[in-house]
């Protein structure tokens, strides 16, 4: 069993900084995958970026890439997103999963966080 709990969440301004951080717990493995997703307000949940079983990070997206970072936590307890120039586009839910398997496919992804609300003005 595998529970996940994400912070830090916030209000920021456009151009602010946030880290969120997800708070594994129960039958953990440090070959999991870990990954970050955002739902914006009327729209599908999509993927943001992963952490897998060998610690290589990956975004879904280029417009993250360049300001978005998963640190590299190899126990996969405690990973967070770290995001930086925010834009009010970045407005969403962010949640935390992880697969058990640790190829970060999304059938995988069978645990979730309850989400952290984020929201960027201009």
């Known amino acids: 069993q595998v529970q996940l709990v994400e912070s830090g969440g916030g209000s920021v301004h456009a151009g602010e900084s946030l880290t969120l951080s997800c708070a594994i717990s129960g039958h953990t493995h440090s070959y999991f995958c870990v990954g970050w997703f955002r739902q914006v307000l009327g729209r599908e949940r999509e993927r943001v970026g992963t952490?897998?079983?060998?610690?290589?990070?990956?975004f879904a997206d280029f417009s993250w890439k360049g300001r978005f970072t998963i640190p590299q936590d190899n126990a996969k307890t405690n990973v967070t997103l770290q995001m930086n120039s925010l834009k009010p586009e970045d407005t969403a839910i962010y949640y935390c999963a992880a697969d058990r398997s640790g190829l970060c496919v999304a059938s995988g992804f069978i645990y979730w966080g309850q989400g952290t609300e984020v929201t960027v003005s201009s």
């Open positions: 952490i897998d079983s060998d610690g290589d990070v990956s």
